[in-house]
């Protein structure tokens, strides 16, 4: 476990599991085990999907076989955990486009209250739309 050993072959110590992977034992190559889109593994040697570590919040996870984030939610969107695109279409437990009443600069985790004194008028909104007028 942690290792891949290919056909024809005994000797699997220098066979570590690669980054972005785990290898349960019988594994034959190393990119046979991919962590799934939405999570990373950061070491080598994994054994299990458990190795593989749910997408930061605030960031995504593209593809499979991660070893690192893709890179930062968009601003005007959330992503919570697993997300595996910078605008998840739809609010889910992944994450979701910033409703109205709420802005989410880049790298949000969940959506921020509109400050007092400005307002959030439409949805997927980076910033407060404005500052409220006197009255």
């Known amino acids: 476990q942690g290792y891949f050993c290919p056909n024809g072959t ?21 990119q046979e085990f991919m962590c799934p889109a939405g999570s990373y593994n950061n070491a ?31 601003a005007g969107y959330y992503c919570s955990s697993r997300a595996t695109t910078p605008r998840p279409a739809i ?3 992944v994450g979701g486009p910033c409703p109205v009443g709420r802005f989410c600069p880049v790298a949000s985790s ?20 404005g500052l409220c007028k006197a009255g």
């Open 10 to 30: 005994s000797d699997f110590a220098p066979n570590v599991c690669p980054e972005g992977h785990y290898c349960p034992g019988g594994t034959q190559f190393g």
């Open 44 to 74: 080598t040697g994994g054994v299990s999907l458990l190795d593989c570590q749910a997408c930061d919040s605030g960031f995504y996870c593209s593809q499979p076989g991660m070893f690192q984030v893709s890179g930062p939610c968009d």
């Open 91 to 93: 609010a889910s437990a």
């Open 110 to 129: 969940q959506p921020t209250s509109c400050l007092a004194g400005s307002f959030c008028g439409t949805m997927r909104l980076g910033a407060p739309s």
